[in-house]
């Protein structure tokens, strides 16, 4: 199995920039496909972007297309999400979660490990 943990987190006007970090420990974090996930109060957990094994391919949620780039380190065992130009629907706590099966899923249901999250907030 691996662990998660999403650092990078916080307060932040709009307009300005954040970025996540999720350091993975245990099981090779390279044979893992990747994803980022927010959950906004009363809410549902919503896809945001996911990445390949490789990093060759990504995909991301029409809201943050433009805006987010998601990349992975597998040497550092380290994925990225760069947020800029942020706004406050983007307030959320994010997580990473990894997955063994289909490469850039957006279905949460098919991620098998997961992080604490990390909380974004953006004051307008």
């Known amino acids: 199995q691996v662990q998660l943990v999403e650092s990078g987190g916080g307060l932040v006007q709009a307009g300005g920039s954040l970025r996540l970090s999720c350091a993975a420990s245990?099981?090779?974090?390279?044979?893992?496909?990747m994803g980022w996930f927010r959950q906004a109060p009363g809410k549902e957990r919503e896809f945001v972007a996911a990445?390949?094994?490789?990093?060759?391919?990504?995909s991301y949620a029409d809201s943050v297309k433009g805006r987010f780039t998601m990349s992975r380190d597998n040497e550092e065992n380290t994925l990225y999400l760069q947020m800029n130009s942020l706004k406050p629907e983007d307030t959320a706590v994010y997580y990473c979660a990894a997955t063994s099966l289909t490469p850039k899923s957006l279905n949460p249901g098919e991620y098998n490990y997961w992080g604490q999250g990390t909380q974004v907030t953006v004051s307008s």
């Open positions: 245990g099981r090779a974090f390279r044979l893992y496909h």
């Open positions: 990445i390949s094994w490789s990093g060759d391919s990504t």
